[in-house]
């Protein structure tokens, strides 16, 4: 009898590290299928474009204007910074999940993202975007936005434990990253991009 009664929390245990490990690995795929689609797009492009050249199967980008690289170039360091604050929100919710640590921990480690969140926010508005680029301006200060309300709603499990928390913060935390990627590809073509 003893045994049985025993059983039963480590079998919620497992099951809750084989829900977290279930989601990541459909993340995972979905990045992986978001990428081959990328990947597949390019492919195609590539193969009407004519051969020759080091850089054959990449449209040729025009030029940045003074005025547009002196604009990525101030918004690379907010760049840096949220990339990395996005990785340690991610990392957060996945060892709450993992039951590495508690609702507490959860909230100390997240609640400076807020705050840098909001800075970043208030960073790059305050840059004056080129015309060319006030599109890709906008979507940043968006993917913000939702960097900031996703970390906002992660902190909310530290009150009540429940996971819808956890699951609306990621569906915001991935909207944003897809916004970087997006804005990426415009101001930073260069950059690593992890598949």
């Known amino acids: 009898m003893s045994s049985t009664v025993n059983a039963t ?28 689609v990328r990947e597949t797009r390019q492919a195609t492009s590539a193969a009407i474009e004519p051969a020759g050249g080091a850089f054959t199967g990449h449209p040729q980008r025009p030029a940045f204007s003074a005025e547009e690289e002196n604009y990525a170039a101030a918004l690379w360091p907010v760049h840096e910074q949220v990339k990395s604050n996005a990785v340690r929100m991610t990392f957060t919710g996945l060892s709450y999940k993992m039951g ?30 080129p015309a060319s680029l006030e599109r890709q301006h906008q979507t940043y200060l968006n993917a913000l936005k939702q960097y900031q309300s996703a970390s906002e709603e992660m902190i909310k499990v530290a ?16 909207a944003a990253a897809e916004n970087l990627l997006r804005v990426g590809d415009v101001l930073w073509p260069a950059e690593f991009k992890p598949n």
């Not at 640590?101 to 004056?128: M, S, T």
């Not at 819808?164 to 913060?169: F, I, N, P, Q, T």
Request: a positive charge.
């Open 100 to 129: 590495e640590i508690d609702r507490a921990a959860v909230k100390d480690r997240v609640n400076p993202l807020v705050k840098a969140f909001r800075e970043a926010y208030a960073a790059a508005a305050k840059l004056k975007a």
């Open 9 to 36: 929390p480590a079998v919620a245990r497992i099951t809750l590290k084989q829900l977290a490990i279930g989601a990541l690995l459909v993340g995972l795929g979905a990045v992986a299928a978001i990428a081959m």
């Open 159 to 174: 009150g009540d434990g429940r996971d819808e928390h956890l699951v609306k913060a990621q569906k915001l935390s991935f």
